[in-house]
């Protein structure tokens, strides 16, 4: 039997609608198959414990990649930083029978990309500065900005090797190029452009010989092939979003 490899992001089970979609999926009609989440789940760990579980007992593999929600601190200790989180999250990921690591599936290299946003899709406004919500949910070291924080994930993906692949799927939350976002969204929302990603993560996927990557983030379902590059997004999305995001599972490939 073919394993079948479906796509998810942006679940944000902190709506109870959502994590009762979670628990609505079928126990026994993915069993074979794998998994990819693209962030964007919970900042509360026991909820990404639960949701992460729950996904575990359905799949054969769930693979997951944190996206900038999983890593707030609202209402977390004052001492406590977004990179302190990070590792409480990737601590989480591995109990709940999920994994943040690369994985092989015969000849197939799952590679997740960690990453945050640099600005090399533009530079943030002062709008921008008083609305985006992890200006004030993440709370980093001392003298680390969002280049720093960009620069501190993305580095870690230089480890990755797809020596002996025949295939590369990669995945991250944030986006790896701005002409991702559709032309038809409004000038109004590109306010966000500076935040959704970074540059650099379309240099490590095609680095790595990435045919399909994985993205989240943005909540705008799209699928589009790039130079040889097939860019899926899969949201669930917020309660509402149905205009935007499908709210199914979306298979994007077979093995």
Partial sequence: MATRVFAL????????????????????????????LAGDLTHKLAQLASCLSEFATRF??????PGNHDVWVLGEAPERTSLQKFADVAATVERSGASMQPHRQ???????LLS???????????DLYGIWM????????RGFGPKDVAKHFMDQNQR???????????FSHFLPRIDLIPAHVSSRHRLLDPVLGSTRIEQQLRHLGSSIHV???????RRIDIDGVTYINNALGYPG??????????????L
């Fill in 9 to 36: 992001s942006d679940i944000h089970v902190d709506y109870d609608v959502n994590f009762q979609w979670v628990q609505n999926l079928s126990c026994a009609d993915y069993r074979d198959d794998i998994l990819i």
């Fill in 215 to 221: 993205y989240g983030h943005s909540h705008i379902n």
């Fill in 60 to 65: 054969a593999k769930v693979l997951f990649v």
């Fill in 116 to 126: 945050w946003y640099d600005y090399s899709f533009g530079e943030p406004s002062a």
């Fill in 241 to 254: 979003e149905e205009r935007i995001t499908a709210r199914q599972l979306l298979c994007i490939d077979e």
């Fill in 134 to 141: 992890d200006f004030h949910a993440c709370r980093w070291p």
């Fill in 106 to 112: 015969s000849d197939v290299l799952f590679a997740p």
């Fill in 160 to 170: 990755l090797s797809a020596e002996g692949a025949a295939k590369v799927i990669t």
